[in-house]
């Protein structure tokens, strides 16, 4: 049995950034540093941040007030910023810049007194951060659809002042799809000059493309909340490949190898390369002879941090 790595895999820049974030406050101001929401959808990450200090709170008022507070990579509503600043909290923005990219689009869309489609998955953090950046107020509406039926059923909304945006993490297949029903319906919908889904997201949906030609097997390095893991999964199934997400090292089957010649391994962008290392060594000890790694894409974007903790 082989190994076969995906090649880019595990965490982005706009992950690095929030993790360094979270952890260079830490060193500056001391635990405890409050965190609402996991500030990436990872475990492993989420246990090694608590483990130094991290507190992470599901709401703004689990704070106390003057406390400082890191709000995730998948960004915030206007009115938790609002809430924020009512509670005298010292915030670092750890909202990744390709998200923040989104909330402009957005706000702008609201400004023009336009309708807004958002295409996104209901309950995410980064999709209630989005649609909490419009302002009724100013005419327009939102509207969130998760898939090409949700666009088929959209009514009343007025088809010369209609735009649409994204949630980053999302299939581009599945995405994709949905634009063109939205098309087809209101062929004078404005959308983003390019697609709201980020590179890290394609990069590693372009590599698992790769991956699934070359093996019979694919573990996919992730958390079950995590959006862009989830995507990889499903998109190594269409492939036709047996696909299964993982936490971690432990939650392989020994049961998935007994016919796979050859096993891939990725990584959602939040997940950590350690996981994967370990996910690797596990598979040795079940019977791996040897690992190679994929060629692909080298990123090198990397985004600032804040002033206060460079």
């Given at each position: 049995?082989?190994i076969?790595?995906?090649?880019?895999?595990?965490?982005?820049?706009?992950?690095?950034r929030?993790?360094?974030?979270?952890?260079?406050a830490?060193?500056?101001?001391?635990?405890p540093?409050?965190?609402?929401?996991?500030?990436?959808?990872?475990?492993?990450v989420?246990?090694?941040?608590?483990?130094?200090g991290a507190v992470?709170?599901?709401?703004?008022?689990e704070?106390?007030?003057?406390s400082?507070?890191?709000?995730?990579?998948h960004?915030?509503?206007?009115q938790v910023?609002?809430?924020?600043?009512?509670?005298?909290?010292?915030?670092?923005d750890?909202?990744?810049?390709?998200?923040?990219?989104?909330?402009a689009?957005?706000?702008r869309?609201a400004?023009?007194?336009?309708?807004c489609?958002?295409?996104?998955?209901?309950?995410h953090p980064?999709?209630?951060?989005?649609?909490g950046?419009?302002?009724?107020?100013?005419?327009?509406t939102?509207?969130?659809?998760?898939?090409?039926?949700?666009a088929?059923?959209?009514?009343?909304?007025?088809?010369?002042?209609?735009?649409?945006?994204?949630q980053?993490t999302l299939?581009?297949?599945?995405t994709?799809?949905?634009?063109d029903?939205?098309?087809?319906?209101?062929?004078?919908?404005t959308?983003?000059?390019?697609?709201?889904i980020?590179y890290?997201?394609q990069?590693r949906?372009?590599?698992?493309?790769?991956l699934?030609?070359?093996?019979?097997?694919?573990?996919?390095?992730?958390?079950?909340?995590?959006?862009?893991?989830?995507?990889?999964?499903?998109?190594?199934e269409?492939c036709?490949v047996?696909?299964?997400?993982?936490?971690?090292e432990?939650?392989?089957?020994?049961?998935?190898?007994?016919?796979?010649?050859?096993v891939g391994?990725?990584?959602?962008a939040?997940a950590?390369e350690s996981?994967?290392?370990?996910?690797?060594?596990?598979?040795?000890?079940?019977?791996?002879?040897?690992?190679?790694?994929l060629t692909?894409?080298?990123?090198?974007?990397?985004?600032?941090?804040?002033?206060?903790l460079?």
């Amino acid at each position: 049995m082989q190994i076969k790595l995906a090649n880019p895999r595990g965490f982005c820049a706009g992950v690095e950034r929030a993790i360094e974030i979270v952890k260079r406050a830490l060193i500056r101001y001391g635990s405890p540093v409050y965190v609402r929401h996991e500030v990436v959808h990872n475990r492993t990450v989420v246990a090694e941040l608590h483990q130094l200090g991290a507190v992470f709170v599901d709401d703004l008022d689990e704070v106390p007030e003057s406390s400082l507070v890191i709000f995730s990579a998948h960004g915030v509503s206007k009115q938790v910023r609002r809430q924020a600043e009512k509670r005298n909290l010292k915030v670092f923005d750890a909202t990744c810049p390709l998200v923040t990219k989104v909330h402009a689009e957005v706000i702008r869309i609201a400004e023009e007194g336009r309708e807004c489609v958002l295409i996104g998955h209901a309950g995410h953090p980064e999709v209630e951060g989005t649609m909490g950046q419009f302002d009724t107020q100013q005419g327009g509406t939102i509207h969130l659809v998760e898939d090409e039926q949700d666009a088929r059923k959209l009514t009343r909304l007025d088809p010369a002042g209609l735009s649409y945006v994204t949630q980053t993490t999302l299939s581009m297949q599945d995405t994709r799809q949905v634009i063109d029903t939205l098309r087809e319906r209101f062929p004078n919908i404005t959308g983003p000059a390019r697609d709201d889904i980020c590179y890290a997201t394609q990069n590693r949906q372009d590599a698992v493309v790769e991956l699934a030609s070359q093996c019979d097997l694919l573990l996919v390095v992730g958390s079950h909340n995590s959006s862009n893991s989830n995507r990889l999964k499903e998109l190594a199934e269409r492939c036709g490949v047996e696909a299964h997400l993982i936490d971690s090292e432990e939650d392989i089957d020994p049961s998935w190898l007994r016919a796979a010649g050859s096993v891939g391994v990725t990584a959602g962008a939040s997940a950590p390369e350690s996981v994967v290392r370990k996910v690797v060594r596990r598979l040795e000890t079940l019977g791996a002879a040897s690992t190679q790694e994929l060629t692909g894409i080298e990123e090198e974007l990397i985004f600032s941090l804040p002033k206060d903790l460079r």
